[in-house]
Every structure is written in structure tokens, then in C-alpha cells.
């Protein structure tokens, strides 16, 4: 919404919303879940290994959208941080049947992959699609298709 307004002052405001994101990722590479994000400020871990995939959903969205309005710092901010998330998505392997998760998965390997310029991310997002449409045909349907809340997800 800041970036949409594109104020000077929005502008300022979103990045250092980018900077705050950034503190809450894991960085040290001795973690377990090295570029994941801590769920809450207050959390001294990373407690919801989905993070990174919600997080990384609003920044693919915000470098694509509005790549132009952000400062190269910021800009290069957020590609630091997805291409970190990036490696911890393919770690996790997430299984089809996951569906929210698993079509974040896909959909952040391909954004992720074009907004950091690898082609390896985008060619996993593409084969990760076809498993979840293979493993999705032999089910029948999503198998999160009557959750409400993951409805939404899944549709978009």
C-alpha cells in the first residue's frame, strides 16, 4: 500500500519495513534454518517454517511491482533476502499434499528465481508445478480444497 501511494514519504516508510523484514531472517549459516524468518520479533528462533514462504510471497510481489519506486539498496535488500529464502524452500521440500504451502513453494521458486536472475529456482518452480499437477490428478483434488482459509490461497 505505501509503494502503490509512492510518496517520497511512503517510500521511506516501506523501506525500512524492508529493513525490519530483513532483521527477522535467519542469517547465520550455522542455523538449521538458515534464511527462514522468525514468526514474531519476540521469537529468538525461527518456530513456523512457513514463514519464509509467506514472507517471500510479499516480496516477489513487492520487487516486481515496484522495483522502479524502491532505492537500489532496498531493491538489493530484497533480493538478498529472497535469494536466502530461496535455498531454505528447497530444503524444506515441502510434500505436494501441502497444498498452500506446496503452490507458495512453486510460485516463489519461479518469482524468486526471475527476481534474482536463477534459472535453477525457476526450472525447480516449473518442476515442482508438474509434480503437484501429477500428484494432484492421482489424488482427485487439492487436498486442502474445502479449507477456507487455504481456499483463497490455492485459487489465487
Known amino acids: 500500500m505505501l509503494l502503490r501511494a509512492g ?7 516501506a523501506e525500512r519495513i524492508v529493513q525490519i523484514v530483513a532483521s527477522a531472517q535467519e542469517t547465520r549459516p550455522q542455523d538449521a534454518h538458515y534464511g527462514n524468518f522468525r514468526w514474531h520479533f519476540e521469537d529468538e528462533v525461527v518456530r513456523d517454517l512457513n514463514g519464509v514462504e509467506f514472507v517471500l510471497d510479499a516480496l ?3 520487487i516486481r511491482e515496484h522495483a522502479g519506486t524502491l532505492s537500489g539498496a532496498a531493491s538489493e535488500s530484497i ?3 529472497i ?3 530461496l ?4 530444503r524444506l521440500d515441502v510434500h505436494p499434499s501441502y497444498t498452500n504451502i506446496a503452490l507458495s513453494d512453486i510460485s516463489n521458486s519461479v518469482l ?3 527476481a534474482v536472475g536463477d534459472d535453477a529456482f525457476v526450472a525447480r518452480g516449473h518442476r515442482r508445478l508438474d509434480e503437484w499437477f501429477a500428484f494432484t490428478d492421482r489424488s482427485g483434488a487439492p487436498h486442502e480444497f ?7 490461497v490455492d485459487t489465487l
Open 79 to 81: 533480493r538478498a533476502m
Open 112 to 114: 524468486g528465481g526471475e
Open 7 to 13: 510518496t517520497p514519504e511512503d517510500v521511506a516508510r
Open 83 to 85: 535469494a536466502l529464502g
Open 87 to 90: 535455498r531454505e524452500i528447497d
Open 146 to 152: 474445502n479449507s477456507p482459509t487455504y481456499a483463497a
Open 60 to 62: 516477489n510481489a513487492m
